[in-house]
């Protein structure tokens, strides 16, 4: 099995920074693809960012230019370093491990709230 555990959620000032972590856990292959989602109450879960083993990333257009997703392999652990936060980036967000074949796995969430 898969764990996923999250990490660095928080109540921040907008204008402000957080950086969550995710670190995964059990059986983990090679060439997955990590993400972080996030869904605010009464929303949809959407996709914030993601990066492949190889480090390519893609990002939501609304979240361009402020945050950055980067992964450390030999940990199996993503990162998002949120800066520039404003209170519509408010909302519950997740960590996502997607093994292909292998399995697609949501870690338990955690909380980030912007405001003053």
């Known amino acids: 099995q898969v764990q996923l555990v999250e990490s660095g959620g928080g109540l921040v000032q907008p204008g402000g920074s957080l950086r969550l972590s995710c670190a995964a856990s059990g059986s983990i292959f090679r060439f997955n693809a990590m993400a972080w989602y996030r869904q605010a109450p009464g929303k949809q879960r959407d996709l914030v960012a993601l990066i492949t083993y190889g480090g390519s990333t893609n990002y939501a257009d609304s979240v361009k230019g402020r945050f950055t997703i980067s992964r450390d392999n030999a940990k199996n652990t993503v990162y998002l370093q949120m800066n520039s936060l404003k209170p519509e980036d408010t909302a519950v967000y997740y960590c996502?491990?997607?093994?292909?074949?292998?399995?697609?796995?949501w870690g338990q969430g955690t909380q980030v709230t912007v405001s003053s």
């Open positions: 996502y491990l997607d093994q292909y074949e292998m399995g697609r796995y």
